[in-house]
Nanobody, 123 residues
């Protein structure tokens, strides 16, 4: 299983940015819970947003109202649209996936991880 994240970059506070995660090696992405998780320097990994295989989306409080997760199962791609970015959003953003099962959809407990893409927000 490979998860390829893209779309990171350097933006200014208040800007928008979209990330994409393309999955390969999954039988059907529709069978998988997908998530975006980030890690800032010196901090632990932090849940951002997730999309359940069975439907439903979940967001960290810091992401609610600003970030939107979406998935295109036919294209094996998961997206994260981020609006009104601020310097606290600076982190490496990881795409993660796990077979649909009972899980805490706001956790960082996923079986497969991508390599991450850097998002830097300047003030």
């Amino acid at each position: 299983v490979q998860l390829q994240a893209s779309g990171g970059g350097l933006v200014q506070a208040g800007d928008s940015l979209g990330l994409a995660c393309t999955a390969s090696g999954l039988p059907y992405m529709s069978w998988y819970d997908m998530a975006w998780i980030r890690q800032a320097p010196g901090r632990e990994r932090e849940f951002v947003a997730s999309s359940a295989a069975t439907g439903g989306t979940f967001y960290a409080d810091s992401a609610k109202g600003r970030f939107t997760i979406a998935r295109d199962n036919a294209m094996s791609t998961t997206y994260l649209q981020m609006e009104r970015l601020n310097p606290d959003d600076t982190a490496v953003y990881y795409c993660a996936a796990g077979p649909s099962r009972y899980r805490d959809m706001t956790s960082t407990d996923y079986e497969h991880w991508g390599q991450g893409t850097q998002v830097t927000v300047s003030s």
